[in-house]
């Protein structure tokens, strides 16, 4: 019914950026809280970054001012801006999202996932 579709991952040394991009489709009435989180090897799943439908935004302590997160309402989209990126830096990215279906019924969607790796 929705699907999130992630882009934007690859290969980087430190210091520089990458911007990652989510595009949610589907049977989608709206789209609540998007998220981005990221899990390295051998580690668990972590929060990066949130924004509200209004642009509230959060951000994990280890990527502030580093990490933009930003969001288009009308294209149900979410990205990633990352800059100076550290090797710590590197796992796959998710994307993830509330939506209000057609129906009405409120799913937790995950993409698929994009690799971020930095290099030092």
């Known amino acids: 019914q929705v699907q999130l579709v992630e882009s934007g991952g690859g290969l980087v040394q430190a210091g520089g950026s990458l911007r990652l991009s989510c595009a949610a489709s589907g049977s989608i009435f709206s789209v609540n809280t998007m998220a981005w989180y990221r899990q390295a090897p051998g580690k668990g799943r972590e929060l990066v970054a949130t924004?509200?439908?209004?642009?509230?935004?959060n951000y994990a302590d280890s990527v502030k001012g580093r990490f933009t997160i930003s969001r288009d309402n009308a294209k149900n989209m979410v990205s990633l801006q990352m800059n100076s990126l550290r090797p710590e830096d590197t796992s796959v990215y998710y994307c993830?999202?509330?939506?209000?279906?057609?129906?009405?019924?409120?799913?937790?969607?995950w993409g698929q996932g994009t690799q971020v790796t930095v290099s030092s």
């Open positions: 924004i509200s439908r209004g642009g509230s935004t």
């Open positions: 993830n999202a509330e939506v209000i279906t057609t129906a009405r019924v409120t799913l937790v969607t």
